[in-house]
Nanobody, 120 residues
Framework: QVQLVESGGGLVQAGGSLRLSCAASGGIFSINAMGWYRQAPGKQRDLVAVITSGGSTNYTDSVKGRFTISRDNAKNTVYLQMNSLKPEDTAVYYC??????????????WGQGTQVTVSS
């Protein structure tokens, strides 16, 4: 059973930093893209950043220059370094991974979410 376990959320003042981590485990053959999404109250879940297995990255415009996504393929872990945080970054952040099992089928998996709250 695949698990994506997130950590690193919390409460921070505007201008501060947080680092999110998400570790995948359980019968994994390989992982293709990994990413972070966020969902604010009353809003849909939106992409924040994504990174391919080769290290190519893409960010939503509102976080460019402030957030950095990275991954450690040996540890099946993806990170999101968030700097210069703003109150509008407040949301539940979800890790996402496209996991390939021994069958070579790819499945989309989500973490449980971690709350990030930025106070003004």
């Amino acid at each position: 059973q695949v698990q994506l376990v997130e950590s690193g959320g919390g409460l921070v003042q505007a201008g501060g930093s947080l680092r999110l981590s998400c570790a995948a485990s359980g019968g994994i053959f390989s992982i293709n893209a990994m990413g972070w999404y966020r969902q604010a109250p009353g809003k849909q879940r939106d992409l924040v950043a994504v990174i391919t297995s080769g290290g190519s990255t893409n960010y939503t415009d509102s976080v460019k220059g402030r957030f950095t996504i990275s991954r450690d393929n040996a540890k099946n872990t993806v990170y999101l370094q968030m700097n210069s945080l703003k109150p509008e970054d407040t949301a539940v952040y979800y890790c996402n991974a496209r996991i390939v099992f021994a069958s070579l089928h790819e499945y989309n998996r989500w973490g449980q979410g971690t709350q990030v709250t930025v106070s003004s």
